[in-house]
């Protein structure tokens, strides 16, 4: 069979005998398989999450005079086609042939031509040229990175993507909550697609595998490696991003006492202040526009960060 037949084909997704113990980087590939893709907008919901999540990311780009941005994780389109929309010079990579072939039609089908680029984070500069004013890694892509070399290698490859005052914006789920408060809680997890359940199946420090459940009976899954949110500061600052603010919930239909996401936005633009009096992680301010603070376990969360391994 050749290979572009093999493309074509309806493939379920495979994790063996013991699901759980796949906890590497490469499964990505393997998760979304075409099913799955064609099913991701019904996830999203992309009316419902235009409404919920606003503007926030046009105006964080244009407040800080963005042109060029690199969105890294594509997915089916939806933030590269609104930016687009919004006057930004976009660029729309994804190391998923499914997602990105999806999000082209999902740009023709507005009138848009997405300039897409197939490629993997941890070599991105082998396959995207040029120097952007942003990159976005949105819709809890990061955590699909199960080593925490993996995660310093990406983390890199975008700041050498970012002109020298460039910004980097990726969010991530609130794992905190779901690692210290468990999911016996019943506590559901959803996308913005009303008909859709999102829900973690197992937890642990080193995995989260989420279900997947559409209302015609297809399930799906993904073994994702649950971020603290400290953590993820910390990388950031360590790859050389200057300064950190952290966002809390603002994109989800559903919402109980902690957010649910958290969104960082990291520039590269040197800062002789920070330079000279470098604060701790948990030192960090939280933006004005998140949630109260005994109700965003940011300042605090640095108690559970994994082993640095060699
Ligand atoms: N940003 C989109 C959204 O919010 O709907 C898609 C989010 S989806 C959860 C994660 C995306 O990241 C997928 O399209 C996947 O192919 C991509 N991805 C995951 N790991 C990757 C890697 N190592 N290199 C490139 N893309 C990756």
Not at 180 to 205: I, L, R
């Amino acid at each position: 069979m050749s290979s572009d037949q093999s493309f074509l084909q309806y493939k379920s997704q495979e994790y063996g005998d013991e699901p759980t113990s796949v906890r590497h980087t490469d499964q990505y590939t393997d998760e979304y398989v075409r099913g799955f893709v064609e099913k991701w907008d019904e996830l999203i919901d992309w009316d419902q999450r235009w409404a919920s999540e606003g503007d926030f990311f046009i105006e964080q780009l244009r407040s800080r005079g963005v042109k060029r941005v690199l969105d890294v994780a594509t997915g089916t389109g939806f933030h590269s086609v609104r930016l687009i929309e919004a006057g930004f010079n976009v660029v729309s990579a994804d190391g998923s042939p499914y997602m990105l072939s999806r999000a082209f039609e999902n740009g023709r089908s507005r009138g848009q031509v997405l300039r897409t680029v197939h490629a993997d984070w941890r070599w991105l500069n082998r396959d995207v040229y040029g120097r952007f004013d942003a990159v976005i890694c949105l819709g809890n892509s990061f955590t699909h990175l199960f080593s925490e070399h993996d995660r310093r290698k990406t983390l890199a490859e975008f700041y050498s993507a970012l002109v020298h005052d460039g910004i980097l914006i990726l969010d991530q789920r609130n794992y905190d909550a779901i690692l210290d408060n468990g999911f016996s809680s019943k506590h559901k997890y959803y996308y913005c697609g009303e008909k859709v359940s999102a829900e973690p199946e197992h937890v642990d420090e080193g995995l989260a595998r989420f279900q997947y459940q559409f209302d015609d009976g297809s399930a799906y899954h993904l073994n994702m490696f649950p971020l603290r949110t400290n953590y993820t500061r910390r990388l950031m600052r360590e790859v050389g991003f200057q300064s950190i603010q952290t966002y809390g919930d603002f994109q989800e239909t559903y919402h109980e006492d902690d957010p649910d996401f958290f969104v960082h936005v990291a520039s590269k633009k040197y800062d002789p202040a920070i330079a000279e009096d470098p604060p701790e992680v948990d030192e960090v301010p939280v933006t004005d526009e998140t949630p109260p603070a005994e109700k965003v376990p940011v300042a605090n969360q640095l108690n559970g960060v994994p082993e640095v391994k060699s």
